[in-house]
């Protein structure tokens, strides 16, 4: 079945430091591949999407790039801030399920 | 458009009670789905619809659980009698048809059992 895996822990940054959340994915069709993020108290929020192969995601300095060969959609950002402090949850929508299946979430606190 | 609206945004009951939460998808939209978010289990899918209709129920915990969609604007979520374990947070979504459409999240209603 399909299934999402990211990296076990929190992850603690200062501000201004480099972000990297990985997410590996099994699959057996040719899923799409999400990056939702709850912030304190909230719903899940979609970040950045992407749909085929080689497509990069972005939104708000956050990027992932769709790697089929590796089977991952790691999360980055150059430069973070307080306000990024959140859980970063990965997902994949296989074209055939209309399931999401849902990693077990980052806590990222980014700290002055 | 106003987004997933759910309430009530907290419960508290005791055990044994029945609690009922409810779920506005967004308008348009052709699926709805309920989650429930623990600690100790993360994220699970409970039971989705699609265009009313439940689709698929099997991450429903146990008899205890319902849930209903009369309408396209409307649904939801009910637990009797309720137990300390229920206690979490509560998610619908909703989204379009279509596998690369994205799922749209509610804020959560809060569910404490006492």
């Known amino acids: 079945g399909n299934s999402v895996t990211q990296m076990e822990g929190p992850v603690t940054l200062s501000e201004e430091a480099f972000l990297t959340i990985n997410c590996t994915y099994t699959a057996t069709g040719y899923p799409s591949l999400f990056w939702y993020v709850q912030y304190p108290g909230e719903g899940l929020q979609l970040l950045l999407k992407?749909?085929?192969?080689?497509d990069k995601g972005s939104n708000k300095g956050f990027e992932a790039t769709y790697r089929k060969e590796t089977t991952s959609f790691h999360l980055e950002k150059g430069s973070v801030q307080v306000s990024d402090s959140a859980v970063y949850f990965c997902a994949l929508s296989d074209r055939g399920n209309n399931r999401l299946a849902f990693g077990k979430g980052n806590q990222v606190v980014v700290i002055p | 458009d106003a987004g997933v609206i759910q309430s009530p945004r907290h419960e508290v009951t005791e055990m044994g009670q029945e609690v009922t939460l409810r779920c506005k998808p967004i308008?348009?939209?052709?699926?709805l789905f309920w989650y429930r978010q623990t600690m100790m289990r993360g994220l699970e899918l409970l039971i989705y619809f699609n265009n009313n209709v439940p689709i698929d129920d099997s991450g429903m915990p146990e008899d205890r659980f319902s849930a209903k969609m009369p309408n396209a604007s409307f649904s939801t979520l009910k637990i009797q009698p309720s137990e300390p374990r229920d206690s979490a947070v509560y998610f619908c979504?909703?989204?379009?048809?279509?596998?690369?459409?994205?799922?749209?999240f509610g804020p959560g209603t809060r569910l404490l059992v006492l």
């Open positions: 992407a749909t085929k192969a080689d």
């Open positions: 979504a909703s989204r379009l048809a279509g596998g690369q459409e994205t799922q749209y």
């Open positions: 308008s348009g939209h052709d699926y």
